[in-house]
């Protein structure tokens, strides 16, 4: 039986060969097109390499998305760092609370 999420992956994979394509062809165009006199080619020869290496980007989070792993930094804190965050907010919690009495007493007088 397939995995869960296989066809999503596959569709994943599919759009950056896509892109890649389109991206690796419209720069060997427009470098053609720059080396031929048109100036304003050489625009795009850089833009082009800039789009492909953002699919990479995209395609490297929606795969890790798809396959249910963690990313960011919170998702891989120590039992230390968890601890200090939650100290840190309960230290704001009390702040505010203690604002919020404040805010009331003078507003009560």
Not at 23 to 52: D, I, Q
Not at 57 to 62: A, K
């Amino acid at each position: 039986m397939a995995e869960p999420g296989t066809g999503r992956l596959w569709r994943i994979h599919a759009g950056l060969v896509i892109a890649s394509v389109l991206c690796v062809t419209a720069f060997a165009l427009e470098l053609w097109r720059a080396l031929g006199g048109n100036a304003l080619s050489w625009a795009y020869v850089f833009e082009w390499p800039l789009l492909l290496a953002y699919a990479v980007y995209m395609w490297q989070r929606l795969v890790r998305e798809a396959r249910g792993e963690p990313h960011g930094r919170l998702a891989t804190s120590t039992p230390e760092e968890t601890a200090a965050l939650e100290a840190w907010n309960e230290h704001l919690a009390a702040l505010h609370a203690a604002d919020a009495a404040k805010r009331f007493e003078r507003g009560a007088r």
